[in-house]
Nanobody, 116 residues
């Protein structure tokens, strides 16, 4: 599965949108994929998760605003975020987990800042 590289972070005003991408250097079709976020002073939390079959899960605070999707051919996982609030400000990390082996991978993170 190899490396995970995130992109798409940046500065956006409240109510705005961002699209985060996570591209893997290897195949991801057998891997659970997720996006986590970390803010100073808080534990890293899982924001959204998608299984190899496309089943999704979200934390309550982003339901209806964030959408996770995957394209196994392009080895990419997307987090589409709309109606962003300052509370969404964090470093967002892509995470991969292969259930059959327990192997995990993390991306380097991408900063999302929601501010006027």
């Amino acid at each position: 599965q190899g490396q995970l590289v995130e992109s798409g972070g940046g500065l956006v005003q409240p109510g705005g949108s961002l699209r985060l991408s996570c591209t893997a250097s290897g195949d991801i079709y057998l891997w659970d994929m997720a996006w986590y976020r970390k803010t100073p002073g808080k534990e890293r939390e899982m924001v959204a998760h998608i299984t190899p079959r496309g089943g999704t899960m979200y934390i309550d605070s982003v339901k209806g605003r964030f959408t996770i999707s995957r394209d196994d051919v392009r080895k990419t996982v997307i987090l589409q975020m709309i109606n962003l609030t300052p509370e969404d400000t964090a470093v967002y990390y892509c995470f991969a987990h292969r259930p059959t082996t327990g192997v995990e991978r993390w991306g380097q993170g991408t900063q999302v800042t929601v501010s006027l």
